[in-house]
């Protein structure tokens, strides 16, 4: 299984450091800014909007989140 598919199929949360990802719970808020191009690609349900500054979301209920 290509490393693509465990990320769409959520396997890779099983072990998220074998591949070379972090794990970490947000509480409350989470604030996410562009890096250094000034755009930050954003998917919120299927559909993907480019940020060109910060976005705030504020957490209602559990989101699992990886970051490499």
Do not use: Y
Request: aromatic share 8%; with cysteine.
């Amino acid at each position: 299984m290509g490393d693509d598919r465990r990320a769409w199929t959520a396997s890779v949360l099983a072990d998220p450091e074998k591949w070379g990802f972090h794990s970490f719970r947000v509480q409350d808020t989470l604030k996410i800014a562009p890096g250094d191009d000034g755009n930050l690609p954003v998917n919120t349900e299927g559909s993907t909007m480019t940020c060109r500054e910060a976005s705030v979301f504020r957490i209602r209920d559990g989101i699992r989140l990886v970051a490499r």
